[in-house]
């Protein structure tokens, strides 16, 4: 019987979900919430998928969105989980080329093996500069009241206003991301961050920062926040979000990142709306 390629649809879920859940170590509930974003969105599908008679053998996972850049409205697919069995791999490619085929989208790729960057290398896409700072989470003085820091749904909806917050509206149910507003004085910044670990370490990985530089002004109580409230030894942020490096940090690298665009640069697109903020790294709370 020859091996199927066909679109995910809300049908397949389950499959889907049982699949990723053997072959990509998280648990079934986790990949069939994932594999649905909260956003709206007129999605063609949830990705592309082979079956071998009854049976999944191969899914690619696709993320979409529609943005506003620049005033015009453009549409983006992130491409999410790629996992095939063994014996299937030589079907692997028509899983991604069948998502690349869809006409009228840019595309994304947050977290690609080296094997597959090779792959998306020769399918034109290319990296985003991914330098970015560690900033230790220190118990710092503070001065009490000068910077407020919340997560909590209703100070986050009386506080943002206008796309800000529809943002938060699109990623509030999302599993992977978790949301902050710092308020000094008359400024707020909206932070969006997903956790990671590292050696066992759980650390912050800010995915947007909507106020660059009251960030940096607020960046000690809030790491402060981040250790002391939630148990996070350290804040990762791409420069690309957070602007400048931020004093006593440590510069590095983040993992590659890849995109594929006619028409836009990399400084026009960020990780919202995609697999980044809808699978979680460490299992949630």
């Known amino acids: 019987m ?35 974003p909260p956003w709206k969105v007129d999605a063609p599908n949830y990705g592309f998928m082979l ?38 791999r030589f079907h692997s490619l028509r899983l991604i080329t069948a998502v690349l085929a869809q006409d009228g989208y840019h595309f994304t790729s947050f977290s690609p093996m080296d094997r597959t960057r090779a792959i998306l290398t020769k399918l034109k896409f290319r990296p985003f500069d991914t330098s970015a700072a560690l900033v230790p989470n220190l118990p710092w003085p503070t001065l009490p009241g000068r ?31 978790y949301h902050h507003v710092l308020v000094r004085g008359r400024d707020s910044c909206y932070v969006m961050y997903r956790e ?6 759980p650390y912050a990985v800010l995915l ?17 926040h981040l250790l002391l409230r939630h148990r996070l030894v350290a804040t990762l942020g791409e420069l690309r979000i957070i602007e400048h490096r931020p004093r006593l ?16 640069g990399p400084g026009q697109i960020d990780e919202l709306y995609s697999e980044r903020v809808c699978v979680p790294e460490r299992a949630p709370a």
């Open 51 to 88: 079956r071998d008679g009854q049976r999944v053998v191969g899914v690619q996972l696709a993320f979409y969105s529609e943005r506003l850049v620049a005033g015009r409205a453009e549409r983006f697919c992130n491409l999410g989980a790629w996992s095939v069995l063994p014996e299937f």
């Open 147 to 177: 910077t407020r820091i919340s997560d909590k749904p209703d100070v986050i909806e009386t506080t943002l206003t206008g796309a800000e917050l529809e943002l938060y509206r699109d990623h509030a149910r999302a599993m992977a991301v």
């Open 208 to 224: 947007y920062v909507s106020n660059p530089a009251l960030f940096q002004q607020a960046l000690r109580p809030l790491t402060r």
């Open 2 to 36: 020859a091996v199927e390629l066909t679109p995910i649809t809300d049908a397949d879920i389950a499959d889907v979900a049982d699949f990723l859940r053997v072959n990509m170590n998280k648990p079934r509930d986790i990949w069939a919430r994932a594999c649905v």
């Open 196 to 201: 990671a670990e590292s050696r066992g370490l």
């Open 249 to 264: 940090s440590i510069k590095l690298t983040a993992w590659p990142k890849m995109y594929r665009s006619a028409s836009l």
